[in-house]
């Protein structure tokens, strides 16, 4: 197989992997906004749940880039990256709570699949 074509092959499962890591990360983050309203305290802070209502909306935007081959879905992964690292850490601070863990250990999955793809069509 000539080299080109195996990093296309490459290219296209890394994007297919952050594809599904956006989708999965966009699911858990809208789960976890009701999650957080039921809980409510610090959980349903609005600062946390506008976070989180970005970081869904920033990882199905990036999936839609990805999905239709836009030209520009590296810049919109790389503000993925951004918003869903931060997510994660605003997930964190909730302390010992499986939900909360458990979203921010998908942001963080999904923060770095975006990563490489922004810096793979850097």
Do not use: W
């Not at 790389?78 to 909360?100: H, I, K, L, P, Y």
Request: net charge negative; aromatic share 4%.
């Amino acid at each position: 197989m000539p080299v080109q074509q195996l990093t296309l092959h490459q290219v296209n499962q890394e994007m297919q992997q952050c594809i599904q890591n956006c989708l999965d990360c966009h699911s858990i983050c809208l789960n976890t906004i009701g999650y957080c309203l039921q809980q409510g305290g610090h959980h349903a802070e609005p600062s946390h749940i506008k976070l989180l209502m970005d970081c869904t909306q920033s990882c199905q935007t990036s999936a839609d880039f990805m999905l239709r081959s836009s030209q520009f879905h590296a810049q919109f992964c790389g503000a993925c990256a951004q918003v869903c690292e931060q997510c994660a850490q605003d997930c964190d601070r909730m302390g010992n709570d499986s939900q909360m863990q458990a979203c921010a250990e998908m942001c963080r999955r999904c923060a770095e699949s975006c990563r490489q793809m922004a810096m793979a069509m850097a």
